[in-house]
């Protein structure tokens, strides 16, 4: 069987004291090419370029570098859970007529916070937050983002005719996109469930959209444990749907936990499978609802 080429890179995490960065390992599909870029994506301005074996390993680079390989492996990694659950290739809007070029992204534009351009055909991202950290540092801004743009590639009409409710669907969707991809990582879950004691249920980086961007450097932007009533504001008309799949992950634990106690072996492959099949569902039954409620 052949085997599948894959790049080493990491992505950042804010490390347990809620203030330092830590890096953890991801595998990439493919051989990334210097920048980092591939067919799908370009992070602009930037030449970082891979080690003699191919890798990007976070003691080789500065602070800027090291934000270039970890918004590309957000970036990647999402596109990678997208399509191993459609079953289908994602291509960008502007390849379908006939314009050439990867996505860009774009790192440290002062205009914005966080944002999708379909015209400017990339990821704008700057500063948020009191503190005004850079976006591209957190995994679940690049992600989300990244869904933004795959959203509008495998559905192009999706806005046509929105409501308020289409807007809370995509927002909604694009969160658990960036929470799906981080908790399949083989190292992130087992660190989540390390750091927690085994309770998902309590506070965490998982449960945290963009940790760290609000004034408790503990809180994330939004949190799934948490169901928020703001009328006219779609991600919180959406918090129910983000809240729902996070309780999936919390139970699968749970129930893998209890199967541990009983006699089951090898806790963390046993709940990667079962997870998988959910995540796979959860996106599938999404996308399948995209078309009908725009
Ligand atoms: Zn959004």
């Known amino acids: 069987m052949a085997v599948m080429e894959s790049t ?54 500065n602070e800027r570098e090291r934000d270039a390989i970890h918004t590309y492996a957000a970036a990647r990694l999402t596109i990678t859970l997208w399509e191993q659950a459609i079953q289908q290739k994602i291509i960008w809007p502007w390849l379908q007529e006939g314009l ?67 807007y809370a669907c995509v927002e909604a969707l694009c969160d658990i996109s960036a929470f799906l991809t981080l908790a399949f990582q083989p190292a992130i879950l087992d660190l989540a469930i390390h750091r927690t004691n085994g309770d998902l249920s309590a506070k965490n980086f998982l449960s945290e959209f963009a940790e ?16 928020r009533n703001i009328p006219d504001d779609p991600c919180a008309i959406g918090s129910p749907l983000i809240k729902l799949v ?14 541990a106690q009983d006699g089951v072996r090898n806790l963390s492959t046993k709940l990667f499978g079962l997870a998988a099949k959910s995540r796979d569902f959860q996106l599938n039954t999404f996308y399948r609802a995209l078309p009908k409620i725009s």
Request: glycine letters at 6%; proline letters at 7%; a negative charge.
């Open 246 to 259: 996070y309780e999936l992950l919390v139970q699968l634990v749970q129930d893998s936990q209890k199967s």
């Open 212 to 227: 760290g961007y609000s004034k408790d450097p503990c809180d994330g932007i939004r949190s799934a444990l948490v169901i």
């Open 100 to 166: 050439p070029g990867p996505m860009k992204i774009e790192r440290y534009n002062e205009l914005v916070d966080a944002a999708y351009y379909q015209r400017f055909r990339s990821i704008e991202l700057g500063t948020t937050g009191p503190s005004l950290k850079f976006t591209c540092r957190s995994f679940d801004i690049v992600s989300h983002e990244t869904t933004h743009a795959i959203i509008r590639a495998i559905n192009p009409r999706v806005y046509d005719d929105a409501t308020l409710e289409t």
């Open 8 to 61: 080493k890179m990491f992505i950042h995490l804010l490390a347990a004291d809620g203030k330092d960065l830590e890096f953890v390992p991801v595998q990439v599909p493919g051989k990334v090419k210097a920048g980092p870029k591939c067919d799908y994506i370009i992070i602009s301005r930037s030449e970082v370029a891979p080690d003699a074996d191919g890798n990007f390993l976070p003691e080789n680079f």
